[in-house]
């Protein structure tokens, strides 16, 4: 019989076979998510489509604490970069809010006006933070007063640390003292912030902790500068324009020009409330994460509720990732979530603690186990009831943790001296503790990585601490973990740990530290890369990843003495140009100091009409770009521009931003543009281990950005100029350090010369100056560069004044190639999209 319902045979063979997944949320619970279906094979069963309302590819949360403190940038803290979506196939919609689902028609509902269809939706919306009901906060537009802040996003985080920094906010409130207080407190410390906590609990982290571990705990915070009210609450913010204090229960007043809310989070449950779902307290799913009214519509993450609990930390999250990753694939239709046990551990503004069960005894027959050392911050309690652990709280020092992990998961039997759940006396040691983990412990709560992975990848070869670290990202977060990672690679390695010497290597491919590389390239006098990896690379091999900070290294050596090592070049120092997104080159002349002519303006202007320039830009370093180069074409371009290379691509010196200085501006004390034009000239093509910028600023209005450069020169009253180093205001952002004030400029030029040989000597490859000067510390090179502590400033001058002599413009190979197919055009490897034509002319063109 027929079945009418079945599509018609040629229409069946060209349904899709893959269903259409649709994830709303790009946060931690959304993406790990996916992480787990596309290890299930999912890829195949899935075409994937991703909705986050935040513009970016996904990070960890987490680590937001690190980048308010400035210990990570926040190029560290992205999980999945968007090369992973689009090497995974996934469509993913950053910005993207999802308003509505539509469950009957299967759709969803994008608020750029997007409807997309889907046959299994998850959601993974999370949290948002909570504002306790406080007068003040909001003003009559429904936005927050100036200076109030939610500490959950990375937007939320940049404002803070913008907001921080500025020179006239000296003092800041965080209303709330758990985690995210106490995190927030610490990182607003480091901007030179002075903070105070007002938590309406008892004592700090009551959730986590008991009485007298808060009460440790505020010792601890107290010892690092935070002042700590608790059992009150802030009753209102007051200020006319912004943020100009706060006023508590008991009526006392702090002034301060920051406040941070970190009261607690609220699930984001909006989009499945209004789409008819059954939300409680967060959105209610059963144990296969499945949502009440629909079987093909999931929810995971901080926006769930399951069994009545609703989480706020990552590892139950990781959990549900892996039993609906179970589920939706079909890889094993029996998993099961079952809820987690909340033990917490972490690393609290820079204090260990880990925390499990209940907090303190409930019953008389409980027995509690206590020890407490205020004065070094350790706190450690162990609540047992009929043999078993019930709680423990670990404060200051949390080297039992495995054990007692294990011991409160599982019910293991416990030692008879129960000091022993506490310290090391021939009890249940840390390695017993390391081997009875079980498999599927999580050993790293931040990155849910548990003791089988970290097991498996030492098994499978890696036997460094931090090749697994690499490869896993266990005790990639908080760090609280470290110590159990080294100590599970120490036991899966049978005791054959290694070291990871190649840490200190310049370059991965030979395994020596700068200096020594340095001395044996003297010694055995080699010139090319080649030589290079034959004489010192492990079996003479050759490493691609090595090659360019060699060929920079034999460049900056030898000088002009060194071969051209073409090999070891990026494209861009082949052809001496940048390379683009869709494979033309950008071409910037050189422009000392940001000064040019009426001729060469219209040199410029004419090469660009010649050859048809899609785009004529201005640069951040004072200088016009010419954008949209065909490769064959860039002999030509030079030839007609007739102007030196401004050296806009590769890893060397780049320019000199100025401001116009005393010439012109009244408030100017020095002549930065000449300065400036100076120190380009002697500098220019300089090779690096990075590039490097610079900026001379004729007074401390600053206005060529100074302070945030590789190196950075601000005239001051009486002729003198104040050199700053390590400075950066890129991806990165920092302020430079003071190396030495002068009194003329030919000093200060000096001076600049000889930090950067010295940078170019001793920094790692593709270190910026503003990693380099904190490690190696602003002290010793002060000592080196100003003092001459070491005897060799002759030298670093000489070299420096050696390449100044030797200096060769790129662009003349233009006129000669050094290989016939130097600027031959090649077919680029992908399929790249084009620049636009005229593409000035069509955004100038735009309706304003
Ligand atoms: C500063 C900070 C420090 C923390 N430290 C720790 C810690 O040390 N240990 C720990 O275990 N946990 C910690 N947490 C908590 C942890 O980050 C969360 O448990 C985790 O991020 C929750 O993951 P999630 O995917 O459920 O939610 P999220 O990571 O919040 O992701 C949800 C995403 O969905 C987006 N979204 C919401 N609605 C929509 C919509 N309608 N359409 C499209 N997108 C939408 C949100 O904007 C967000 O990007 C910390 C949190 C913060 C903020
Ligand atoms: S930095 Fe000083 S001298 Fe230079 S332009 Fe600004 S105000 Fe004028």
Redesign the pocket.
Known sequence: MTDLLAPPSSARESWPTKQRLVV???????ARTVEEILSRNGAELFEITM????PYGNYN??M??HVLSGEDSEADIFLNSLQWYADNAIDLHAG???ERIDRFAKVVFGDDGSITPYDQLII????RAFVPPTEGIYRPNGSMLPGVFS???LDDTRAMVEYARREDHHRAVVIGGG??GL?AARGLQTHGVQVDVVHSGKHLMNAQLGRAGGEILRRSMAQLGVGVFTGTRVTEVWGPDRVRGVKLRDLTEIDCDLVVIAAGIRP?TD?ATVSGFTVERAIVVDDQLRTVEDPSVFAV???VQHRGEVY????P?WEQAVVLADQITGANPAARYLGSRTATK?KVAGVEVASMGVAEPERDTDEHIVFSEPSRGVYKSVVVRDGKVIGATLLGDSSKVAFLQQAFDRGLPLPDERVELLFDLGGPTEDVGVAELADDAQVC??NGVCKSTIVDTVKGGCKTVTGVMDATRAGKG?GSCKGLVAKLVEWAADGAVQEDPSIHWYVPGIPLDKPTLMAEIRERNLRSVAEVFAALAPGGAEDAKSKMGLASLLKMMWGSEAPDDREGRFINDRVHANIQKDGTFSVVPQMRGGVTTPEQLRRIADVAEKYDVPMVKLTGGQRIDLLGIKKEDLPAVWADLDMPSGYAYGKSFRTVKTCVGQEFCRFGTGDSTKLGIELETRLQGMEGPAKMKLAVSGCPRNCAESYVKDVGIVAIEGGRWEIYIGGAAGAHIRKGDLLCTVDDAETAKLLTGRFLQYYRENAKWLERTYAFVPRVGLEHIRAVVVTDSEGIAERLDAEVAKHAENHRDPWQDGKNPASPGQFRASLPLEVLPHVPKNRAEILLGGSW
């Open positions: 709303i949320g790009n946060g931690m619970a959304g909705f986050g309302d935040e949360r987490i937001l604490s993207v809010r999802i993974a919306t999370g949290s500490f959950r996003t985690l995210l995190e984001n989009v993450g901080e926006c706020g930390l990552v590892a999250l972490l709560n931040c908080c």
